[in-house]
């Protein structure tokens, strides 16, 4: 397999530039995992051909207007193409889908873990402005005063950073989710 990328095309209404990626391939078997003998309409994606995608759309500000595989004419066959580009069209919206529910979780738990802080950091300043001084009340204070930093920084870190690895690979599908997918020959 090997990818070509094609220049600059155009740029659209939203400023964004396209991008048209074309990728060599022996057979449409390149496309699809070794391991599973599924029929096209099944199978699972290459490890391979998703990395190769992702080298050719890498640029952020590239959106891929269009991908084309380009397969030797004596190894094409119009009707395992419908079937494959209906496949990777599945296969796109699915794991856009999983991505955009796995960010959203991990941005909830931040949002969870910041709250978690913050309660615990007020009731440190109720303990605080108590004249008690009961070992039960310091033992609480001396307990939720990092507890309570620590949600709040970790909770940060999680809706800002530890995010961040998934984002970009929801944006990656969600680049190929609106490509128009096409075959041609060589």
Same mark, same amino acid.
């Given at each position: 397999m090997d990818a070509t990328p094609k220049h600059i095309d155009s740029i659209d209404d939203n400023h964004e530039v396209n991008r048209k990626v074309s990728i060599w391939l022996d057979t449409y078997d390149d496309i699809f995992s070794d391991f +599973?003998?599924?029929p096209f309409s099944e199978r699972a994606l290459s490890d391979d051909f998703i990395s190769? $995608? /992702? /080298?050719? =759309?890498?640029? +952020? =500000? $590239? =959106?891929?207007s269009e991908m084309k595989l380009l397969v030797p004419e004596k190894n094409r066959k119009p009707e395992e193409e419908t079937i494959i580009i209906k496949r990777l069209h599945s296969y796109f919206r699915g794991v856009h889908s999983f991505m955009l529910k796995s960010v959203k979780k991990i941005r909830l738990r931040g949002i969870s873990m910041v709250f978690t802080g913050v309660v615990m950091l007020f009731l440190a300043? $109720? !303990?605080?402005?108590? =004249?008690s001084t009961q070992f039960g009340m310091k033992l609480l204070l001396i307990l939720c005063e990092p507890a309570g930093w620590f949600f709040m920084w970790t909770g940060f870190d999680t809706i800002f950073f530890s995010s961040r690895q998934t984002t970009s690979q929801l944006e990656f599908y969600n680049k190929l989710l /609106?490509? /128009? !997918?096409?075959? &041609? &020959?060589f």
């Amino acid at each position: 397999m090997d990818a070509t990328p094609k220049h600059i095309d155009s740029i659209d209404d939203n400023h964004e530039v396209n991008r048209k990626v074309s990728i060599w391939l022996d057979t449409y078997d390149d496309i699809f995992s070794d391991f +599973d003998p599924r029929p096209f309409s099944e199978r699972a994606l290459s490890d391979d051909f998703i990395s190769e $995608l /992702k /080298k050719v =759309s890498r640029e +952020d =500000s $590239l =959106s891929v207007s269009e991908m084309k595989l380009l397969v030797p004419e004596k190894n094409r066959k119009p009707e395992e193409e419908t079937i494959i580009i209906k496949r990777l069209h599945s296969y796109f919206r699915g794991v856009h889908s999983f991505m955009l529910k796995s960010v959203k979780k991990i941005r909830l738990r931040g949002i969870s873990m910041v709250f978690t802080g913050v309660v615990m950091l007020f009731l440190a300043a $109720l !303990i605080v402005n108590q =004249s008690s001084t009961q070992f039960g009340m310091k033992l609480l204070l001396i307990l939720c005063e990092p507890a309570g930093w620590f949600f709040m920084w970790t909770g940060f870190d999680t809706i800002f950073f530890s995010s961040r690895q998934t984002t970009s690979q929801l944006e990656f599908y969600n680049k190929l989710l /609106k490509s /128009k !997918i096409t075959f &041609g &020959g060589f």
